[in-house]
């Protein structure tokens, strides 16, 4: 009556650059996306972006999730950052939660947030022509004084 099926994780990826696949400029998706050749551009994802052994990216990466185990070159911005053995992130790292895996590289800063970062909206509801007035400029953030240490 009831058959079992296999669960296939292939079908969680939405977006597959194969290996000898080259894509040059910018990649934005909705889903999960699996890099296995080379990107030169910028990477945005609203979900996982899993970068494989022979992968290359020459790019800044900006996504939920990144699992890194082949070469990035750029930085990436995202909630949780994975860097598995044979993983090599040339840049700099802005994360919430990040697992450096023995054998895995990281050269550049790491920079780790805590509390809520705002989730990237889905590709269909964004409109470049109205940007958000409510929220403040990065520049304009400073750090609150420590007057006791004048002291």
Same mark, same amino acid.
């Given at each position: 009556?009831?058959?079992?099926?296999?669960?296939?994780?292939?079908?969680?990826?939405?977006? *597959? %650059?194969? &290996?000898?696949?080259?894509?040059?400029?910018?990649?934005?998706?909705?889903?999960? %996306?699996?890099?296995?050749?080379?990107?030169?551009?910028?990477? &945005?994802? #609203?979900? /996982?972006?899993?970068? /494989? &052994?022979?992968?290359?990216?020459?790019?800044?990466?900006?996504?939920? *999730?990144? $699992?890194?185990?082949?070469?990035?070159?750029?930085?990436?911005?995202?909630?949780?950052? &994975?860097?598995?053995?044979?993983?090599?992130?040339?840049?700099?790292?802005?994360?919430?939660?990040?697992?450096?895996?023995?054998?895995?590289?990281?050269? =550049?800063?790491?920079?780790?947030?805590? =509390?809520?970062? #705002?989730?990237?909206?889905?590709?269909?509801?964004?409109?470049?022509? #109205?940007?958000?007035?409510?929220?403040?400029?990065?520049? $304009?953030?400073?750090?609150?004084?420590?007057? $006791?240490? #004048? /002291?």
């Amino acid at each position: 009556m009831f058959r079992k099926t296999a669960f296939d994780p292939a079908q969680l990826i939405g977006t *597959n %650059l194969p &290996e000898n696949t080259t894509l040059k400029g910018e990649l934005k998706c909705d889903g999960n %996306l699996h890099i296995g050749g080379l990107v030169d551009g910028q990477v &945005e994802c #609203a979900g /996982s972006v899993i970068v /494989s &052994e022979r992968a290359v990216v020459r790019a800044d990466i900006r996504a939920r *999730n990144v $699992s890194v185990l082949g070469t990035v070159e750029g930085n990436i911005v995202a909630d949780k950052v &994975e860097i598995l053995d044979g993983g090599r992130v040339l840049g700099d790292v802005d994360v919430m939660d990040l697992l450096l895996d023995e054998g895995g590289l990281v050269r =550049g800063h790491v920079i780790m947030r805590k =509390g809520d970062v #705002a989730p990237l909206e889905p590709l269909a509801a964004y409109d470049a022509a #109205a940007p958000e007035e409510d929220e403040p400029a990065a520049d $304009s953030l400073t750090r609150p004084r420590d007057d $006791s240490a #004048a /002291s």
